[in-house]
């Protein structure tokens, strides 16, 4: 199981484009190690998306325009957007993954509560069909 941090497709958008070029730029082998969840649809590593030359957290570049004053300064700040980036993604997917735990730990409890109904009812027919062996309790 990897630990790397995952976006899905529309989180991956954020990157300043569409889903749809997303989309293409996996189907094209450029995110190879994007795989598909059965809960969150495709997902992509930011490793990949980063490698591949997208840079997260940001809005669709403006028509070509000269450079503004604050500029350099984001730029300079642009590996610790990535940073947050890639640390919400990781906390998105560990949330996730307590509500699939808690899921199923509610699944589970509910379970061992049939079960434990289930032993009790075998229990009472045993002591109906053996009416000396329950009174020599």
């Given at each position: 199981m990897t630990t790397r941090p995952t976006l899905t497709q529309r989180e991956a958008a954020a990157c300043g484009v569409s889903r749809t070029?997303?989309?293409r730029r996996r189907?094209?082998?450029?995110l190879p190690g994007a795989l598909q969840d059965p809960q969150r649809g495709?997902?992509?590593?930011?490793?990949d998306l980063l490698a591949?030359?997208?840079r997260l957290n940001t809005p669709a570049p403006?028509?070509?325009s000269a450079p503004a004053a604050g500029d350099v300064a984001r730029d300079q700040e642009h590996g610790?957007?990535?940073?947050v980036a890639a640390l919400?993604?990781?906390?998105?997917r560990a949330r996730h993954g307590r509500e699939l735990a808690d899921a199923e730990v509610t699944h589970l409890k509910c379970r061992l509560t049939e079960r434990g109904e289930h032993i009790a009812d075998l229990q009472r027919a045993i002591a109906a069909l053996m009416p000396g062996c329950a009174r020599t309790r």
């Open positions: 070029t997303i989309r189907e094209a082998g450029d495709w997902v992509i590593p930011v490793d591949a030359g997208f403006p028509e070509a610790q957007v990535e940073d919400r993604a990781e906390l998105e």
